[in-house]
């Protein structure tokens, strides 16, 4: 891996075209930026979202988790295709694109509210379709506005404003949505009217998407040069899975999510043990936050860090971490074992970025395939959990969060082979 080609873009030309193009890129960073806060936001909403449909057609726990089945299951089928999009369009155009498909997602939400819970999952997978395409197109752009050696660098911290918009979009939801829930409490619920609360901040959220898009279009991105020489080489070997650190890439993209989805989606229940903290739902909701909110704090940290620290050494460091904490959380009890579960948040913080960033590295025009790969493993946020759930029925709780713990360890493995990848050629 050490002697991995990168074909540097036009932005870091000498001189008065490069420095123009410098700002380009920059321009181009903060667009970017806005669109991964959006997205973090939107997929924070389905937290709100199922207790809310939970309540409004009574469904079961299994019932329930369709939406989160169906909004990660979009990522499985979708990113392929996002892949091969991009690669004819364009990463510019790949992005109006998402973004057009998931405001017409969250427009879906609508006609959902009069027709029952099967049309809300058909809206949610489209709305989780816009934002794979999305994804699949942001992702490897952040990726090649700079140097390589800077790569996982600008991708925390597009990932941090992610994790702002995850911060913030529970306390939106629950603010707009849930509100007439707990104004009936306890009494039977009429489905038309509760249903009813999602119409307007989704419609808002269509038609912001919609102004992004536009935004989007119209915006003079600098157009990045994949690299001819090293897509010569890379197609030369053949698919593009023959790449070891992509193909593990994939792997730890996939048990990364799990691990980060099964820890949220167990918490309330974690929190209200006896031995742990004993805290009713409401009161253990608070402490969500504090998992969310690490994991954007330790983005904004992890962006400097990885100036000058290999993002391999130190994704394997907060892998170790994240190992140690969930095992104190595992075999602990009381404070300590709560607050060394919230502190997972912020060992997560890099991993995403950095296994994306990492995994994509030298691919030249194979990236938006690659980065449809990388996508598709997000599936992971859908199938691990259920792993978890099936632990925590058999073992407890408590014991079930030996399964997060064994994706991190297989991510401190990735790390520390990749550890020079990005070392001085």
Known sequence: MANMAYKAPAAQQDGPAGAQQLDGNNSALVIVTILFFMWGLITSLNDVLIPHLKAIYTLTYVQAMLVQFCFFGAYAIVSLPAGALIRRIGYQKGA???LLIAAVGCALFYPASFSGYGVFLF?????????TVLQVAANPYVAVLGPA???SSRLTLTQAFNSLGTTIGPAVGGLLILSAVGATAGAVLDPATEAASVRGPYLALAGTLVVLAVLFMMAKLPKIDDGEEIAAATEAKGSVLAHRHLLLGAIGIFLYVGAEVSIGSFLINFLGESHIAGLSHADAAHYVSIYWGGAMIGRFIGFAVMRVVSPGKTLAFNSL???ALVLVGTFGQGSLAMWAILAVGLCNSIMFPTIFSMALHGLG???GQASGILCMAIVGGALVPFGQGAMADSMGVQLSFLLPAACYGFILYFGAKYASMYAAK
């Open 149 to 151: 050696r800077t790569a």
């Open 321 to 323: 971490l994240a190992i």
């Open 96 to 98: 109006v694109t998402g």
């Open 365 to 367: 025009k194979q990236t």
């Open 123 to 131: 809206a949610f997978f489209v709305l989780a379709s816009g934002i």
